[in-house]
């Protein structure tokens, strides 16, 4: 076995979008748990979108360092934790939320690895969609807009033993400024933003999400369907996590 998580196949389409940000989170949760537990679980892809607009801190991310919670109060935007780690995300409409959940043998890939095993694909399917798609920083993907690069998706994954989540963002057709009313400039950033401002360093890539969805499946061969999705373990980590505002402001 070569350092790469097996995201070759065999692969399932995961065609289950739950109502909130919060279930959503708790699903992509859940699948890594069933993964973890079950070791012949086919690599399951998804994806989703917020229908109001959401912030969503990394597993590790302080508040006052990345949010301006004033305005997000102002806005009725509501705030929540994900389990992977990286930086805080604005979600909502207009932002394609992408996931991929795979088991590996040991031994364990590099982070390095895995980023290109998960990454790769995908740039290479989006630029078949007919964006010129490249990797910039550790897991941004960007395109370039009026003589700049801009970034159009962060990704964050969470390693456990045995198998990996792997999840971020596609922007679409996303409310851009609401990025900058609602965050504050990044603690820390790749080379490429050059201390540019959200408004600045974001973009959409305008393909529409069925092109978006098909790129995503084409990326990881998740041919076959799946509908069926762990309930219990969802109504758990809803209930001990991600609807509870302390583990939410865990980290202020």
């Keep these: 076995m070569s350092q790469r998580p097996a995201v070759a196949g065999p692969a399932v389409w995961l065609d289950v979008e739950l109502p909130t940000v919060a279930e959503n989170l708790a699903l992509d949760e859940a699948l890594l748990l069933e993964s973890l537990a079950t070791a012949a679980t086919p690599t399951v892809v998804r994806t989703w979108m917020a229908r109001e607009p959401v912030v969503v801190l990394g597993s590790s991310s302080r508040v006052v360092d990345e949010v301006d919670a004033d305005a997000c109060r102002a806005a009725g935007v509501a705030l929540l934790r994900r389990p992977s780690g990286g930086l805080t995300v604005v979600l909502?409409?207009?932002?394609?939320?992408?996931?991929?959940?795979?088991?590996?043998?040991?031994?364990?890939?590099?982070?390095?690895?895995?980023?290109?095993?998960?990454?790769?694909?995908?740039?290479?399917?989006?630029?078949?969609?007919?964006?010129?798609?490249?990797?910039?920083?550790?897991?941004?993907?960007?395109?370039?807009?009026?003589?700049?690069?801009?970034?159009?998706?962060?990704?964050?994954?969470?390693?456990?033993?045995?198998?990996?989540?792997?999840?971020?963002?596609?922007?679409d057709a996303f409310d851009l400024d609401l990025v900058g009313r609602v965050l504050r400039h990044p603690p820390r950033e790749p080379g490429y933003r050059a201390g540019r401002p959200h408004?600045?360093?974001?973009d959409n890539l305008a393909l529409g999400r069925g092109s978006l969805e098909h790129a995503v499946r084409r990326a990881f061969a998740a041919e076959a369907r799946r509908t069926e999705w762990p309930r219990e373990h969802v109504a758990r980590l809803l209930r001990d996590r991600y609807l509870v505002p302390a583990w939410t402001e865990r980290l202020l």
């Design 199 to 202: 408004a600045d360093f974001l």
């Design 92 to 171: 909502g409409s207009g932002c394609l939320m992408w996931t991929v959940v795979t088991a590996w043998p040991e031994p364990a890939p590099t982070i390095g690895a895995i980023h290109d095993a998960i990454l790769d694909p995908l740039c290479a399917a989006l630029r078949d969609a007919g964006k010129d798609v490249v990797r910039r920083g550790s897991s941004d993907l960007a395109i370039e807009a009026e003589g700049s690069l801009r970034k159009v998706s962060g990704n964050a994954l969470r390693v456990s033993r045995g198998a990996v989540l792997y999840h971020g963002t596609l922007l």
